[in-house]
């Protein structure tokens, strides 16, 4: 008796497991949590009446609002460790900008408006990686800085004016960067070509086709226990050879 794969897993792949899952949308909640009560700080909502607005005059609440910030802190520091530690016990570092990112990246894009053929990629292309670093720096950024901040607030604690001025200028400037490499995030889901991979941030499987076509060199090694078998060599080479085929003329 013969076993079959049912369809609708073999044309899906997974590629974000729970563990990427659960990191990307604890970061994602932290910082939007971080976001909202930073600006309450400020103070921003009560100068602009945003805490007229039905249901938003806790914004105004200096104790809630700093209180809610160092909440959500420690689920961001806590995450971020967790994703570090966890990348290091399996040795998952595709996501690691490497040498050359920026000129694949020129590529891709250039390839994405010409309509051309891109060069073969592994599980994220290299401005996937690039915008990882950006993000994740930004982000170690405010965590060292929030914690000098959080430090100078305790009873007794004092520090040198300078120290505590470039602080405040780094966790600010930290913060605007930050925003726009989240504006720029979602932004790239607007390229019809990007969003295909956002069932794989809410379900973890993305569709397999997309995934062979766009992450040739992540579908040819096989990743994880478990994994919908990926493709030999001899079906990468046609697949290839096809890709070749059907690519613009002007390319
Ligand atoms: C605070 C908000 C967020 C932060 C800091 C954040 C950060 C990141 C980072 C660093 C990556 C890996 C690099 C990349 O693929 O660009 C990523 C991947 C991803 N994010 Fe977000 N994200 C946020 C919100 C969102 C939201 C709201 C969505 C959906 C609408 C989303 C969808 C995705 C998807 C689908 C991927 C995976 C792409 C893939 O499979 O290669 N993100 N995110
Ligand atoms: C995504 C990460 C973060 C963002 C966007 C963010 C944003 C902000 C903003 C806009 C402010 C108000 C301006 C200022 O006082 O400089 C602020 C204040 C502050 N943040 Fe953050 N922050 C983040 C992470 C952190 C972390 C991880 C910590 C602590 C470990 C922290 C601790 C503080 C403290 C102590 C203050 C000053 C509160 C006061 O004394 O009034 N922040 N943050």
């Known amino acids: 008796m013969t076993t079959t794969t049912p369809k609708s897993k073999r044309e899906k ?17 932290a910082i939007f949590l971080l976001i909202l009560t930073g600006f309450g700080q400020m103070p921003l909502y009560n100068r602009y009446n945003v805490t007229k607005l039905p249901g938003a005059e806790w914004l105004g609440d200096y104790f809630i609002t700093i209180n809610l910030h160092y909440l959500a802190a420690v689920l961001l520091i806590f ?17 690691f900008p490497r040498r050359g990112d920026f000129k694949e990246s020129y590529l891709i894009i250039k390839a994405m408006i010409t309509k051309c053929k891109e060069p073969p990629c592994g599980k994220y292309l290299a401005e996937q990686r690039l915008a990882y670093f950006y993000i994740g720096f930004n982000v170690l950024l405010l965590i060292i800085t929030g914690l000098i901040k959080m430090y100078k607030n305790l009873p007794g604690v004092e520090l040198p004016y300078s120290l505590l001025f470039w602080t405040t200028m780094l966790h600010n400037i930290g913060t605007v960067l930050l925003i726009l490499g ?14 295909a991979l956002l ?14 076509h766009r992450h040739v060199l992540w579908c040819k090694k096989p990743e994880s226990k478990g994994q919908v078998p990926f493709f030999t060599d001899e079906e990468h080479h046609d697949r290839e050879q096809s890709r070749n085929e059907t690519g613009h003329p002007g390319c």
């Open 199 to 212: 069932p794989g941030m809410f379900t973890g499987y993305i569709d397999r086709n997309y995934a062979e």
């Open 13 to 29: 792949l997974l590629r974000q497991n729970l563990v990427n899952r659960f990191v990307h949308w604890t970061t994602a909640l």
């Open 79 to 95: 995450v971020v460790f967790y994703h570090i530690i966890n990348a290091f016990i399996r040795k998952e570092f595709d996501i």
């Open 182 to 195: 989240i504006i720029g995030h979602l932004a790239a889901f607007i390229f019809k070509e990007n969003r």
